[in-house]
């Protein structure tokens, strides 16, 4: 039996690539790379430029590659598929907002699709609900409790993803008791804000010391967060001391008029 294993992250499908290659696992893995909680989601040309928007670095992170389409991953699935066709495709899901947002998403772009769809539904680990801390002993044997997609399951979850679709705001996260909720874009600014103070700080530590704090249902990324450290700079709130071409070139801390009051 043929197994195609999708993931949101590059990082998931690098830990399940492991698992094949030690034979605890079978088949091959499929990475979509997004951050489905974070952006737009109505049109891929608009998503592409939101995700070159997040990192200081243009060339070598995750979305700088010159595709124009952030949804071109997903043709290519639909294409692979329909080209050479696997008997299960394996949705690997966490409880966190990203990937409850890239479950229902897989589900509306594999609409009309002949596969089989099962779920993986990973559990939390050391208190955290990303699968980012798993390692490939730890999330290969989660294959075990994989559960079977009705058809009925894959378009309720893809009505859903519409739902999610339509909706303005650009964050979304799961609450305490796994509900998806909706943010503004700038839900997490206070927390930068509360690592700078008057003087001089490295602008990477800052962003270290948000993520250490990070709420452990959401997996905040590093790069959204620089784009949101970029956009209180320019609006005058925080201060920067040099040119801004990497987080690491630069510090930051309070714009002075903030500092003194």
């Known amino acids: 039996m043929s197994d195609l294993h999708l ?9 399940l690539s492991a698992a094949i290659r030690q034979q605890l696992l079978t088949g091959e893995t499929y990475a979509i790379n997004d951050i489905p909680g974070t ?4 049109d891929g040309l608009t998503r592409k430029e939101f995700l070159r928007s997040l990192n200081y670095v243009k060339k070598g992170t995750n979305w700088s590659d010159d595709e124009p389409d952030a949804f071109a991953p997903w043709l290519r699935l639909r294409a692979r598929l329909s080209d050479n066709p696997v008997d299960r495709l394996v949705i ?7 990937d409850y947002v890239f479950l229902r998403m897989a589900c509306h772009w594999l609409e009309n699709i002949p596969v089989d769809v099962i779920l993986v539904k ?6 955290s609900h990303s699968l980012t801390l798993y390692s490939t002993e730890q999330l290969a044997p989660l294959f075990n409790r994989a559960v079977l997609l009705s058809n009925a399951a894959r378009n309720a979850l893809a009505r859903e993803y519409e739902a999610i679709v339509a909706r303005p705001e650009m964050l979304r996260e799961c609450d305490e008791h796994g509900a998806l909720q909706f943010l503004d874009i700038s839900a997490h600014d206070h927390e930068i ?6 003087r001089w700080k490295p602008a990477a530590r800052v962003i270290g010391q948000v993520l250490g704090f990070k709420d452990p ?3 905040l990324n590093d790069a959204f967060l620089c784009s949101r450290l970029e956009h209180l700079i320019v609006t005058g709130r925080i201060e920067a001391d040099a040119p801004r071409t990497s987080i690491r070139d630069f510090q930051v ?5 903030q500092a003194n009051q």
Do not use: E, M
């Open 7 to 15: 993931t949101a992250s590059l990082s998931t499908s690098g830990v």
């Open 39 to 42: 952006g737009p989601l109505h």
């Open 92 to 98: 690997w899901a966490a409880t966190d907002g990203d």
């Open 122 to 127: 990973v559990p939390p680990i050391h208190g």
């Open 193 to 198: 804000i509360a690592q700078c103070n008057g």
């Open 217 to 219: 249902r959401n997996n």
């Open 253 to 257: 801390r309070l714009a002075q008029k």
